[in-house]
């Protein structure tokens, strides 16, 4: 079964640099989420859409940005990076109308 | 505002030993809950949800958990615990947001096993 890609799995940039992270949901879910895990920490939620229009907002600072394009695939933009932005940053997708989340495998982000 | 306690950070148990881990929910509704595994520098898979009717409901690899309101707990438990099970397990609970339901994790319970 299709499951939600995640590109690239591994980045490392420097401090004031941007990246992009990009996830692609399982075909025909109209809803992506991401979530930013900390070294040690549990995952926090960052941002969602729907059907390509944000949804809710999370704790997301305001350096990050995110759209979800026509063909549902996600973007999450972070410019001016941190050292505190290292972390792994996941994407999820669910069918309309559906609860569970699928996770992709994650992009692990370093900042040095 | 929702949020969930899992009181235990770290686990040991010997393989073949039975298993629970706690989790505490506060919820104003029926909630959604999750129980998610996450083994080291991976992402996280779906163990079992509950999101309705009976309350003990049964998920991948052995693991079932039970609802109890009364306790506000989502307690997930295995009868025989293999090496392979030694993980990190997160408790999450649904919260509606417009048109999308974030999920809030509880900080997660690091389980070892011993030979």
């Known amino acids: 079964a299709a499951g939600v890609i995640q590109s690239p799995r591994h980045l490392i940039k420097e401090k004031r640099e941007t990246a992009t992270l990009k996830c692609y949901p399982i075909?025909?879910?109209?809803?992506v989420y991401w979530y930013q895990q900390g070294p040690g920490q549990d995952p926090q939620f960052l941002i969602s859409?729907?059907?390509?229009?944000?949804?809710d907002k999370g704790s997301i600072p305001d350096r990050f940005s995110a759209q979800q394009f026509s063909d549902y695939h996600s973007e999450l933009n972070m410019s001016s990076l941190e050292l505190g932005d290292s972390a792994l940053y996941f994407c999820?997708?669910?069918?309309?109308?559906?609860?569970?989340?699928?996770f992709g495998p994650g992009t692990r982000l370093t900042v040095l | 505002a929702q949020s969930v306690t899992q009181p235990d950070i770290h686990i040991t148990v010997s393989e073949g030993a039975s298993l629970e881990l706690r989790c505490n929910y506060s919820?104003?509704?029926?909630?959604?809950l999750f129980w998610y595994v996450q083994s080291p520098g991976q992402g996280l898979q779906l163990l079992l949800k509950y999101f309705s009717g009976d309350t003990l409901v049964q998920g991948i690899k052995g693991f079932e958990a039970e609802f109890k309101r009364s306790q506000s707990s989502f307690n997930l438990r295995k009868p025989s615990v293999h090496w392979s099970d030694a993980a990190e397990y997160f408790c999450?609970?649904?919260?509606?947001?417009?048109?999308?339901?974030?999920?809030?994790f509880g900080t997660g319970t690091l389980l070892a096993v011993q030979p």
């Open positions: 075909p025909r879910h109209d809803t």
């Open positions: 859409f729907y059907e390509k229009m944000q949804s």
């Open positions: 919820y104003g509704a029926t909630p959604y």
């Open positions: 999820a997708s669910s069918p309309r109308g559906e609860e569970e989340q699928f």
């Open positions: 999450a609970v649904a919260r509606y947001g417009g048109a999308t339901n974030k999920l809030i």
